[in-house]
């Protein structure tokens, strides 16, 4: 394994952990400014970061984003003082892996650092497998059978019919068969036949000649003289246009057809591969598909297995996407942990590898940090997973107000979201319901007319505790005497008495005191200073 780097002019500091992390028998390269550590990168380089941000001959700021243009990979952890966290947080959220305020806890250090290097050994090794990333990924089963299908195709023209729903790679199956076929070298050439109107679909397949139709000003060829030598893949098959599919049946049985106005036939030497998510023996009995169409191209089918048959890929996928997406925007990958890979798997992905993909290009826009963990997971896979009869979601990262109840007191149906005005469905996700006046309506077995003082009926609780009924003879005094803003005057009391208790708890340690309530290190950053608690 490569040394971890420690970065810090402080000898005291770098003495204490290359002595810590010696016990832990890990290799340690101590530095003492950032001028030498960027010298060294030259012959060597870490497996993880450790670097202070104030130093004499650089900053570690500067010192990060350097180390990452060379090794964006690279876990870098910032040792910041109580007094440097603001100016770390907004400076470091696209790099650093985490933060440690100082003065630490040894303990705890050592334990941040071996997580830092667990995950730079592990992102080694997937790094590995996306430089050598084939064109179709699948571990699973199924799509073993496919790659030995493909394989055993590599060789022949034979026409392909692949079925599968929607999304779930039936174009890249398309390619693949091209690539390792004898015309490979070829044109490949794709059109949807679903997407293209009726009138202009015969034109775009089997093109026209000048004059054929009003527009027509030039000869035009179309997909199958485009394709000439090569593969033309038609997608969505089944919803081609009844009298079209006897030209095609024509061309694939005579191989040669006319364009559109001609009168010349025109060779073709094309192999055809088909696709559709839709079952073609009910199309053919419902008189919407020609059998003897189906009966041709339907030489050799394949099956593409929908992504929740083969969920064991989609961690692999995840992984792949994320890096692609990254490239495709510029900015650094994202990692993303075992827990929200696991979420990602238990998810059923309607839209398939497709869906898959567009949530990992969600993720590397919208993820607050370099790792992706559960919470950062878009609303719809967070909401059809969450337990019915689980506590309620946070609201944009505020504790639930009945977290303080015990397990046996909480209701089995939704309650109330906390001093809000938003009653959360069972998952956490959108709202089922608003306050009118004091708690509400939308619950089952709650009925419209709550009265102001019915905080048992509504918890569904023997004895709600004193602190919400202090709330609620607070919230109902200032409502009578019409005070403005009470909602907001009551969250930003509330918040800021479980930031101020958190922070006693930790001795002013952010992160610690995020963790503790269940936000990020972000979020209680941002509440804090609109909250006015760093004056």
Known sequence: MKPIWIVDDDQSIRFVLEKALAREELPVRSFTNPRDVLIALNDDEPQVLVSD????????????????????????????????????????????????????????????????VDESVREEVIDERVTQMPEMLGQAPAMQDVFRAI?????????????????????????????????????????????????????????????????????????????????????????????????????LSDGQFYRVGGHHPIKSNVRVIAATHQNLEDRVRQGVFREDLFHRLNVIRLRLPPLRERREDIPTLARFFLQKSAKDLGVEAKRISEAALARLAAFDFPGNVRQLENVCHWLTVMAPAQ???????????????????????????????????????????????????????????????????????????????????????????????????DLERDARHRLEVGQPDVWDALTRQFEACMIHTALELTRGRRIEAAQKLGIGRNTITRKIQELGMDE
Do not use: C
Not at 91 to 110: C, V
């Open 371 to 469: 790792v992706i963990e559960s919470k950062d997971l878009p609303p719809e896979l967070l909401d059809s997973h969450a337990d019915p009869l689980a506590p309620l979601a946070p609201l944009n990262g505020m504790p639930s107000a009945l977290s303080s109840l015990p397990v046996a007191e909480t209701p089995t149906i939704s309650a109330p979201a906390s001093l809000g005005d938003t009653l959360l469905n069972p998952s956490g996700g959108m709202p089922v319901g608003t306050v009118s006046g004091g708690f509400h309506h939308d619950l089952p077995g709650v009925s419209d007319a709550v009265s102001p003082g019915s905080l048992t009926d509504v918890l569904g609780v023997s004895a709600p505790p004193a602190w919400l009924r």
């Open 53 to 116: 941000i104030r130093m004499p001959g650089g900053s570690g700021i500067d010192l990060l984003s350097k180390v990452k243009e060379r090794l964006p990979g690279l876990p870098v952890i910032i040792m910041t003082a109580y007094s440097d966290l603001d100016s770390a947080v907004s400076a470091f959220q696209g790099g650093a892996f985490e933060y440690l305020p100082k003065p630490f806890d040894l303990p705890k250090a050592i334990e941040l650092i071996r997580r830092a």
């Open 151 to 251: 394989g055993r195709l590599s060789q022949s023209n034979v026409t392909v019919l692949i079925t599968g729903e929607s999304g779930s790679g039936k174009e890249l199956v398309a390619r693949a068969l091209h690539k390792h076929s004898p015309r490979g070298n070829g044109p490949f050439v794709a059109i949807n036949t679903a997407a293209i109107p009726k009138d202009l679909l015969e034109s775009e397949l089997f093109g026209h000649e000048r004059g054929a139709f009003t527009g027509a000003q030039t000869m035009r060829r179309g997909r199958f003289e485009q394709a000439d030598g090569g593969t033309l893949f038609l997608d969505e098959i089944g919803d081609m246009p009844f009298d079209l599919q006897t030209r095609l049946l024509r061309v």
